[in-house]
């Protein structure tokens, strides 16, 4: 089938694009910026999202962009509900014109498990039906988003599912986010810098897929599992913390290095615990996660050891560190 990818040259579309590839499938790739054979088409712009369809005529569509990181959405709330909310407004009525005009693709908006919040320990793992809780304007855009895929797909018959990931790393992540940014520190110390890795709240408890599982996931729904006007965590179940995390990646990396609290990267109203029940993904669509903790945390480390200079003298292979099976 014809799948158009919004958000194509992100963390995330980068992997989708070459999964759904490798199933057969054509891509259409759209970005807020033309680059790598993606088109230049802005989200927040109702005629150009209407175009892209048009050129694309797409079976299914993945919806991803998104101005995804919590602190930028802390200095700049108005932008960030802008672009998810408005973003996803036009995804879903040029879906809606498609489907007047004779096709009904299936949409695929990307939600986030931070829209669950804090929730009490009893709900834990979470499923599907706890109660959005946002703490930041990141997660609050989101509900939104989710919100008008439930409406689009309840008044306009629009075949749309969402999907909360829950913390996903793997090749190409930027160094913003915790695990790459771990990963990248060390790297640096691998490869001569100094010894010291600067964090955040190393106590957090986070449920990580590596990005290959997500798209997997992503792939199955929009190839037509699942049902419209749902939503399907994508998740493991299992909780790490990002202490046991930072740990698994020193002790790849094998460099001793001083671990030091950074006020900078804590994050007001951070989520203590964030982990998922993957029943209603598994029952609808089949998927398993097929990618363990160990070999997605080596993924992220082998590439912020090929994004780094490596020091003169030293091999890259020196650099990642002895492998293990």
């Known amino acids: 089938m014809r799948v158009l990818v919004t958000g194509a040259n992100g963390f995330v579309g980068r992997h989708l694009t070459a999964a759904l590839r490798a199933r057969g499938h054509e891509v259409f790739e759209t970005d807020h910026t033309e680059r790598d054979g993606a088109l230049a088409v802005?989200?927040?712009?109702?005629?150009?999202?209407?175009?892209?369809?048009?050129?694309?005529?797409?079976?299914?569509?993945?919806?991803?962009?998104?101005?995804?990181?919590?602190?930028?959405?802390?200095?700049?709330?108005?932008?960030?509900?802008?672009?998810?909310?408005?973003?996803?407004?036009?995804?879903?009525?040029a879906a809606v014109e498609q489907k007047n005009a004779g096709a009904s693709p299936r949409v695929l908006v990307a939600s986030s498990a931070d829209v669950y919040g804090a929730q009490p320990p009893e709900r834990y793992p979470l499923r599907e039906t706890a109660p959005p809780a946002p703490r930041n304007p990141y997660a609050a855009s989101k509900v939104a988003a989710e919100a008008l895929a439930a409406a689009y797909a309840h008044s306009f018959g629009v075949d749309a599912v969402v999907t909360r990931a829950f913390?996903?790393?793997?090749?190409?992540?930027?160094?913003?986010?915790?695990?790459?940014?771990?990963?990248?520190?060390?790297?640096?110390?691998?490869?001569?810098?100094?010894?010291?890795?600067?964090?955040?709240?190393?106590?957090?408890?986070?449920?990580?897929?590596?990005?290959?599982?997500?798209?997997?996931?992503?792939?199955?729904?929009?190839?037509?599992?699942?049902?419209?006007?749902?939503?399907?965590?994508?998740?493991?179940?299992?909780?790490?913390?990002?202490?046991?995390?930072?740990?698994?990646?020193?002790?790849?990396?094998?460099?001793?290095?001083?671990?030091?609290?950074?006020?900078?990267?804590?994050?007001?109203?951070?989520?203590?615990?964030?982990?998922?029940?993957?029943?209603?993904?598994?029952?609808?669509?089949?998927?398993?996660?097929?990618?363990?903790?160990?070999?997605?945390?080596?993924?992220?480390?082998d590439d912020a050891c090929e994004r780094i200079a490596v020091a003169p003298g030293r091999t890259l292979d020196a650099v990642r560190g002895p492998r293990h099976p």
């Open 42 to 93: 802005d989200v927040t712009d109702g005629l150009a999202v209407r175009g892209a369809f048009e050129l694309a005529r797409p079976h299914a569509v993945a919806h991803l962009a998104a101005q995804a990181f919590v602190p930028e959405s802390l200095r700049d709330p108005e932008q960030t509900v802008h672009v998810n909310v408005r973003g996803t407004m036009n995804v879903l009525q």
């Open 167 to 301: 913390n996903h790393v793997g090749r190409g992540q930027n160094e913003r986010f915790a695990v790459a940014t771990f990963a990248a520190q060390i790297a640096r110390v691998a490869s001569g810098g100094t010894g010291v890795v600067h964090v955040g709240n190393l106590d957090a408890v986070r449920d990580v897929l590596d990005v290959r599982d997500v798209c997997d996931a992503y792939a199955l729904l929009l190839e037509g599992a699942g049902e419209p006007g749902e939503i399907y965590n994508v998740c493991s179940g299992v909780g790490t913390t990002m202490r046991e995390l930072l740990r698994r990646l020193i002790e790849i990396a094998r460099v001793p290095v001083e671990v030091r609290d950074d006020p900078a990267r804590m994050r007001p109203a951070d989520v203590p615990r964030s982990v998922g029940d993957p029943a209603k993904l598994r029952a609808s669509t089949g998927w398993t996660q097929q990618v363990p903790l160990a070999a997605a945390l080596r993924a992220a480390y």
